[in-house]
């Protein structure tokens, strides 16, 4: 009885040692997977959503349709409009469809937007933007095409990438459509040099790309792709997992450089923006 009294208070102590081991572990594998777990959640999400923004859309913005207006050195291929980034002749390719509203493409940006930065500078990647307006068409509201619009602005003054990051960084809650104002976005534009200009605001102000951007989602919505964000190198959606590894700062620049062998890097001027 005494030798059951002496290991009853080992054994629980052994018992909460393990659990305690168990409890790390999992939280180690919850940090590792944050990015990607999250994102997940929030796909399952936006499949809904697509359906929802794709009888829903319509009314989202400006109520003048107008001509479709393509932001200086904007590209088309295929029927997807685009906002290219980096060396022109980059042997790699990074399509991103996104949504200025959207929570899991402000933590996609927020999280590898240094690595794809450094990708560019050194002539390994190109990036196409394709600007969509989901969430406008789930939750309401004209945040997603105002922003748009207002990046494809900033693009039209060789500001896209400066103001695209500003956008993410100051993301407001997807149930609030700050950016559905325009004097929010005009605020945001003075926070990158050279930007708050008088063409700039009339652009905003007039809406003179959202047609363009309408056009965009348009083709977001017609290709058949899950959410935002989605993200494709070289055609092959890397988001959130390639294979059987999950998208890091890391792993891109490790599909990069695969993609990459054997080829130069691209030298041609940088794309406006």
Same mark, same amino acid.
């Given at each position: ?51 929802? @923004?794709? $009888?829903?859309? /319509? ?5 003048? =349709? ?5 932001? +200086?050195? !904007? ?102 459509? @700050?950016? $559905?104002?325009? /004097? ?5 534009? =003075? ?5 708050? +200009?008088? !063409? ?74």
């Amino acid at each position: 009885m005494s030798e059951n009294k002496r290991n009853g208070p080992q054994s629980a102590r052994e018992r909460l040692k393990e659990q305690r081991e168990r409890d790390k572990a999992r939280e180690k594998q919850r940090r590792v997977l944050i990015v990607s777990a999250a994102v997940v959640g929030v796909l399952g999400l936006a499949a809904v959503v697509g359906v929802i @923004a794709a $009888g829903g859309d /319509d009314n989202s913005g400006s109520d003048k =349709a107008g001509p479709v207006v393509a932001p +200086t050195g !904007a590209t088309d291929e295929d029927g997807k409009p685009a906002i290219p980034t980096g060396k022109a002749d980059a042997p790699s390719t990074l399509a991103v469809w996104e949504d200025f509203r959207c929570p899991a493409c402000a933590q996609f940006e927020n999280v590898m937007r240094d690595t794809i930065h450094e990708l560019q500078a050194s002539g390994a990647l190109r990036v196409d933007y394709h600007l969509a307006t989901l969430i406008d068409g789930n939750m309401g509201g004209s945040g997603s095409l105002r922003a748009a619009n207002a990046a494809a602005c900033a693009q039209d003054a060789g500001k896209f990438t400066a103001y695209h990051d500003t956008l993410y960084i100051n993301q407001p809650p997807e149930t609030d459509d @700050a950016y $559905g104002k325009n /004097d929010k976005l005009i605020e945001l534009a =003075a926070k990158v040099p050279g930007l708050d +200009t008088p !063409a700039f605001r009339s652009c905003v102000n007039d809406g003179t790309h959202d047609s363009w951007v309408k056009k965009s989602n348009e083709a977001f919505q017609n290709g058949g792709f899950r959410g935002t964000p989605t993200v494709l190198l070289n055609g092959e959606s890397i988001f959130p997992t390639k294979g059987n590894e999950q998208i890091s700062p890391e792993n891109l620049k490790k599909w990069v450089a695969e993609a990459n062998k054997g080829k130069k890097p691209g030298t041609a001027s940088p794309s406006a923006g």
